[in-house]
């Protein structure tokens, strides 16, 4: 197994080409140092920034906790005065219902008193044999008297 092959040269200072290498390579590695530093700051910096994002997220959940129950307790005040106010309501309903029937119940009882007492006066209305025999008992206690 070959992956490739490379002729080399024969140079005329050795030491120049390895110290070359080497510096080389301590620049690579002096620039890979460098963006390492600068990932690792921008790194802290996303992280910092995270953090305070994510802490002004539990602010805000906190305050929309917050506002729900605020808004619950008042919808529950409101609810309840509305029940309240519907109750008070059929209550006097109810009031101004029941003197209307008990007119109604008057004004029929009066109209059954009324054809009641006619009735009677009908019923104690005297005929024509009895005025006669009322008048006739009267003449006679009179004429008894004498």
């Known amino acids: 197994f070959r992956l490739g092959s490379l002729k080399l040269q024969k140079v ?10 080497i510096c080389h390579c301590l620049d690579c590695v002096a620039e890979l140092h460098a963006e390492k530093e600068h990932l690792q700051k921008e790194n802290e910096r996303l992280l910092s920034d995270w953090n305070d994002v994510q802490g002004l997220l539990e ?9 729900e129950a605020d808004l619950y307790k008042r919808f529950i005040l409101v609810l309840n005065e509305k029940k309240a106010k519907i109750r008070n309501l059929q209550k006097l309903l109810k009031e101004a219902q029941e003197p209307a029937e008990d007119t109604t119940h008057a004004r029929d009882s009066m109209a059954t008193v009324q054809t009641a007492v006619e009735r009677e006066r009908d019923y104690d209305g005297s005929t024509d044999e009895e005025c006669e025999n009322l008048t006739q008992p009267s003449t006679l206690a009179s004429d008894r008297s004498y």
């Not at 005329?12 to 290498?21: A, C, G, W």
């Not at 602010?59 to 506002?67: G, H, P, Q, Y």
Request: proline residues 5%; hydrophobic residues 30%; contains cysteine.
């Open 12 to 21: 005329s200072s050795p030491t120049e080409v390895i110290k070359e290498l």
């Open 59 to 67: 602010k805000c959940v906190e305050a929309k906790e917050e506002l």
